[in-house]
């Protein structure tokens, strides 16, 4: 009886609006309001980002979490285009690759995390190949980010959403708990993540 009074809860949430999905609804960009890039991110007009946004994503030596921030409040779209499409191509030609499978053997686990959050974003309906990016990036996460491991979580929460919704909170608390894992995400991102993705922990 508890699970499905939790369940009706959940259901009766997303039609009034209280939760979409845990892509769209983690909104974890407003403990970034302070950063340049987040601001200039929030007023983009369209979905055509500035040069000094996909520098700033394609950047190594940015921080992951802050970049990540970047697509957080850029959002998402319909018509799974935009962001993801613009970064991916800006990034096949910064790093000279001529399709997605030699990008990804170029690219360090933190900018993959982004482009596959990014993808993911563009079109959240449909996030198997940005799921396989993710887990592609955490393959690559030698430095034990604790945001790299959260942005591929979030994309596999997504695919969980129309199948498993234990699993929905599972991974990403997974990644939560995962002492072994390099904090580089601020508390109060983390913590408007799990506002979100708690509801499933029923």
Known sequence: MKR???????????TAGWADSPLTSTHFADAYSDHPMVQMADEMM?????TTLLNFLANKNEP??????????????????????????YLMGRYGAKDEKKLVKKLDAGTLAVYAYAKAMSNYFDVKAASELGHQ???????KSFSVAM????????VYLDSDWGMVHKVVADVLHDGSLHLDMRQ???????????MYNE
């Open 4 to 14: 499905l009074l939790t369940a009706i809860a959940l259901m009766l949430a997303f």
């Open 46 to 50: 369209q979905y055509d980002m500035p």
């Open 64 to 89: 992951v979490d802050v970049r990540l921030a970047v697509i957080n409040k850029i959002g998402w779209n319909f018509d799974g285009t935009t962001v993801g499409a613009q970064l991916g191509e």
């Open 137 to 143: 990036a955490v393959k690559k996460n030698k430095n």
């Open 151 to 158: 942005a591929s979580a979030l994309i596999d929460a997504q």
């Open 188 to 198: 109060e991102a983390i913590d408007k993540i799990m506002e979100y993705i708690n």
